[in-house]
């Protein structure tokens, strides 16, 4: 998929994310975009998943299962959208869920397994959409969300985080 939502047809919050999505075909960026993520990311030591930049803030560990939720609720999103599922979709709360989660205790290799593991799928399910699925549109978090949109916030937002890993965690 070469497309890219129209700006003006998104939610704001989401349009720094669908800034940083490069032209090109979706679905080889995203799996490109694990690969050199895994690479980045599993170089780290343990003691290195565990760096906050500040005490408020989440561990790189907690970052990587931010990312794997994320991209589950998106996903199902994507899904329910494509599908013709007309019902709105719930928002979610970031915080919480990683709050509620049990990425401090995982080992990075463990999180890093499960970001691959949920990206596989999204890639399965993106290559399975037939050409008009890419078209429809639904309501998530009271909000108009499309296929293709949810597909290029799910590009987006590790852009965004793995620029946050650079700028404030220092991460190369």
């Known amino acids: 998929m070469d497309k890219r ?7 704001t919050y989401q349009i720094p994310y669908l800034n940083r999505v490069p032209e090109g075909d979706l679905i080889a960026h995203l ?28 561990s790189v560990r907690q970052m990587v299962g931010h990312l794997a939720d994320t991209e589950r609720i998106l996903s199902f999103r994507l899904l329910s959208i494509a599908r013709g599922d007309r019902a709105p979709l719930p928002g979610f709360e970031e915080d919480a869920y990683v709050a509620a989660a049990p990425f401090e205790s995982w080992t990075l290799p ?6 691959a593991a949920v990206r596989e799928a999204t890639l399965s399910l993106l290559r399975g959409l037939a050409p008009g699925d890419w078209e429809r ?36």
């Open 137 to 172: 549109e639904g309501t998530a978090n009271g909000l108009p969300h499309g296929v293709l949109q949810l597909g290029c916030v799910i590009a987006g937002h590790e852009l965004h985080h793995l620029h946050v890993l650079t700028e404030r965690y220092g991460i190369a």
């Open 31 to 58: 799996a490109e975009q694990k690969e050199r993520t895994l690479e980045r990311l599993g170089a780290l030591s343990e003691e290195q998943a565990d760096h906050r930049y500040a005490p408020e803030k989440w």
């Open 110 to 115: 463990q999180a890093l397994a499960d970001y």
């Open 5 to 11: 939502p129209d700006p003006a047809t998104v939610p």
